[in-house]
Structures are given as structure tokens and as C-alpha cells.
């Protein structure tokens, strides 16, 4: 070509890197994809009996940092495991009733699975016990099939076998390295679906407040308010009294603690202190007799085997397992979400493969022990946090006091009134109602606050289901609008630099005469392909466009920068075989700038260097738009002297 002197001296040969077999390049795929943190460094080098250990270390962590436990991260431990239990026991109580099982499981769900994270969970700080959103989850999808009310045995036996199903899935999920499936659910559906399923479990609470005795089993708003006002003539004033006062008691404990950080403690043990003053005020009041309802008889003892329980051979079986993965995947995002949040507070870091494999482990067992869904909700890790837990053994001690108190002090709760519950559950609720998210959403992306806004009505006018489906949906397709359309950009140069850059970003950035420069920023699929070629075309005429009004020089070379291509399949080779003969019909040249590795690689076994010509292809776009002046300086030099030629022949 006419640029060989400017190649020879100028450039810097872009190279296609050195073929690997087959199967290499195969495993170092898979284990991009299932071990990008490289879990198998550790055993390099190492002895048989030291990769025993370390592997015994890595799927059981308290092995590791056990031997190095002190006094003083004990005496922290046990301060803060004592904090969360006076948390854990109230709050398990409502979040059973609000799954509508019977109120011991949540104690029950507070004592085998924190020993069991204890031994097997890579946080510092998550506090383990049962969630409402989940909760709320069981009793709209499990509801629907067995009313509890009508079969309760069924329906705890359809709980437990949904518990062990979500297990096995979780599980499932870390042993087979599968935890990127959890982030197809984006911050934005979190927070719309938590602030929906918060606001439908507060609306729902409103039969606790107010001593309803029948009330709907939807979730939607509407039903909730009909189901209310229907029933006006039924509401009990003193229960309505004795609930608002709690909930303006576990208020003022909240709004306290938050200004006064060091008072921590009056948040956590708000409702324990509730629980026990609506229990002396019903026992020596007699209230139960005057529209408060109360718990009841709650079983001594600890929890009961259940293995028999599952039930396998269900006419409900599908969706028991609908339910157990449904309700596994958001106890996984919320569980996660909420360890790294506090374990960057500390500078550590959390395995989440390693946090699926102990949740799912801990709700196998759980499912066999009487208890049913936990993870690691916020309010009791927050509680963990702030009270200077050290290690995992707050779990432990918390464990230690649920166990005291099923074995001695259940019979103390039987006249613990419901609207108390009702109030704690409200109190807990309203606190992932995270509307400063949802404005920090509309500053900086529409799309994703349209996403949390659609899971946050679909929740609360439709369902729980309908809510999480839309949110997955919208989340999806903006995946996939980002591979189908992705973005290219018209690039200038920077005054006085050897930077391009966008035109839009950078309005000072000037336009190359004779070239136009193209970024595209997304790997190039069967996806996208087609509206990549579209779209350069289109480029390519609205640049033509501009010079023939302009009368600037005419357009001659296309440079496409390929920086941001990370890979190519058979389907983006071919549209730039159509590119290019799309050009060559119109006499322009294509440039290639930048071409990644894998790029150049599949480029090669194509022949489309041999096509394109190696001598197109440029390392930087600088380079290429120094080759490109230097061929159209050359040719308008030979024009010119054409030109003179003509004229003394003439004369």
C-alpha cells in the first residue's frame, strides 16, 4: 500500500497473541467464570497434610480463626450476643406469626441456624434469625394452597419442606460457584421490592392494631383496605390504644438511639421491654377478656426433630419448591447484601460462594429441626454491629440465650398481646421503606428508579410474586437493550493533545477532516451485530451529510476504535466483512484501532486481517489518524502533481 514509509518508520505492529490449545483456554474459561477470586492460590506449594488443613479451614472458617480467639473478643462477643437475643426473641415471635406457623418456630429458628453459620459463615457481623420479607413470602404463596387456620399441620409441614428445598438450593448455588445468579437482582428491584413487601406487611398489621379476628388473605392494598373498612363495626379501641403506644414507644427508642449512637442498646431492647410491659399490663388487667389477644401456650423445651415432616410426595410439591427457591433467593440477596455492607465498615472481605453454602446449610438443618427460612437480617446485624461484636461467636452466645429461654422461659410470653407484635413488626418494617434510595435513584438513573418503582407497585397493588417477576423482568431487559444496542460514539481531537474522545462528552474535541472516528463500547455479539452494522452506516451517511453542507473535505477513512471490544463471535466477523465491502463500494478505507487479544485472534483464523490489510490495523487511534493524514497529505501532493503535469503538457 501507499503507507509502506509511514509503516516502516512510525509503527508498532499490532499482534495476534500465540495459539493456545483448545482445552487450556477452556479451563481458563471455567475458571474465570466460577473462581474469579482464585480460591485454589492458597494450596499452591503447600504439603498433603497443610492442603487437609487449609481445606478444612476455607469450608469451615471458625477452624481458622478459633485458635486465635482472646478473652477481650469474647467479653465483646458476649456483650453483643446478649444485645441481639433481647432483639431476636421478640422479633422471632412476630415474624412466625407473620408466616402464619406457630409463634415457638421463630424462637426455634434462632437457635440451630446461628450455630450452625457460626461454624460455617465468613461474617463478623451478620446476626443470624428469621426475616420478614420472606416470612410475608411463605404465608401469600403457601397460603394459597392450605389455609393454616384449616390444616395448620399441613401447612408447617409445607413450610418446613419449602425451608428444606430453599436450602438445597442455596447450597447448590456455592457449591457449584452459581452466585452471580443473584445479581440479576439489581439494587434498584431490592429496594422496590423490600420498600413494596414493607409496606404490604404493615398494612397487613393493621389486623394485629386494631383486633381484627377475620381478615383477608391477599396482600395486594386493595384487598387490605376493603378488608378493614368492611369490618369497622369490629375494631377494638383498647387494642388500637395499647398498639399505637408501642409503636410510639419502639419510635422514640429508634429516633434516641440514632441520635445518641452510644445508646444503641435502647433500640435493641425496645422490644424485649415491650413484650414484657404488655405482658404485666394483660396479666394483671385481664385485658384478653376485653379484645387483646394474646399469644398463648408456647411449648417448653428444645426444638424437636422434624425430619419425618418434610413432605416429598406433596400434591403441593411444586410449589413448595417454588416457594423454597423464591424465598431462598431474596434470604441470599438480603443476607449478602447486608454482610458486605458492614464487613467494608471493618476492611474485610466476605466470600459470598461461601456465604450460599452456609445459609443453604443452615436451613437444611433448620428444616429438620423444626425451624424454618433465616438469613441475616439488617436490623439484628446492624444491633450486631453497633454492640462491638468481634467474631461469629455473638451467634453463639445469642443462641445460648433462645435455648435458655426455650427450656425456662416460655411460659412467661403466654400473655404477650399480639398488637405488641404487630407493633414491632410495623416499627421493623418501616425501616426498609428506603425512600432516600429511591430519590438517589432518579438523580442518577431513570431506568433503574423506574425499575424500583415497578417492583414497589407491583408489590403492593398486585403481589409478592407480581412485584419480584416485573422487577427481574425490567432488570433483564436492560441487560439485555445494553447487548443489543450498545452505545458508539463519534470521536475528536482534543486541542493540543494526542487524546480522541467524545465529541458529546468533550464539545471542544475537534473532527479529523477526511475521517470519521467510531468507538464502540461493547464486546460485538449475534446480539448486536446487525444494529452495529446499521449503525455505522448510518454514521458514515450523517458524516457525508455534514461535509457536503459544511463543503469540507470529502470523507475518506472510517477508523473504528475497538478498545472497548473485549471479544468478537462469527456473527461480528461478518458484519465487518459487510462493512467493509459496504465501503469499498463506497471508496472509503477501514482503519482498526486497538484490537484486544481475543479480538485479533478470531480476526486472524478469519482471513479478515488479510481482508481488512494488516497495514489498517493500528495499535492506538493516534496512529492510525497520523498513517491516515499521511496517505491523504500524499494524495493530494500526487493530485497536485498530476495537476502540473496537465498544464505543461497543455502549454
Known sequence: MGNADFESQHRVRVESPPSKPFFQNLGMSVKETLFPDDPFRQFKGQS?????????????PILKWAPGYTFDFFKADFIAGITIASLAIPQGISYARLANIPPIMGLYSSFVPPLIYAMLGSSRDL????????SLLIAAMLGKEVHPAEDSKLYVQLVLTATFFAGVFEASLGLLRLGFIVDFLSHATIVGFMGGAATVVCLQQLKGILG???????TDITDVMKSIFSQTHQWKWQSGILGCSFLFFLFIARYFSKRKPAFFWANAMAPLISVILGSVLVYFTHAENHGVQVIGHLKKGL???????????SPYLM????TGIITGVIALAEGIAVGRSFAAFKNYHIDGNKEMLAFGLMNIAGSCTSCYLTAGPFSRTAVNFNAGCKTAVSNIVMATAVMITLLFLTPLFHYTPLVVLSAIIIAAMLGL???ESAIHLWKIDKFDFT??????????????EIGLVIAVALSLLRVLLFVARPRTVVLGNIPNSMAYRSIDQYPGAINVPGMLILRIDSPIYFANASYLRERISRWIDEEEDRLKCSKDVELQHVILDMSAVGTIDTSGIGMLEEVKKNMDRRCLQLVLANPGSEVMKKLDRSKLIATVGREWIFLTVAEAVCACTFMLHSFKQKAKATDCEGSDNTV
Open 127 to 134: 446476626a443470624i434469625g428469621a426475616i420478614a420479607v420472606p
Open 451 to 464: 425499575v424500583c418503582l415497578s417492583a414497589y407497585v407491583g408489590v403492593v397493588f398486585g403481589s409478592v
Open 433 to 435: 421503606i428506603d425512600y
Open 319 to 322: 410449589t413448595v419448591i417454588k
Open 48 to 60: 498433603f497434610s497443610k492442603k487437609c488443613v487449609l481445606g478444612l479451614q476455607y469450608f469451615v
Open 212 to 218: 381484627l379476628v377475620h381478615f383477608t388473605h391477599e
Open 303 to 313: 426444638n424437636p426433630p422434624s425430619f419425618s415432616e418434610l413432605s416429598f410426595d
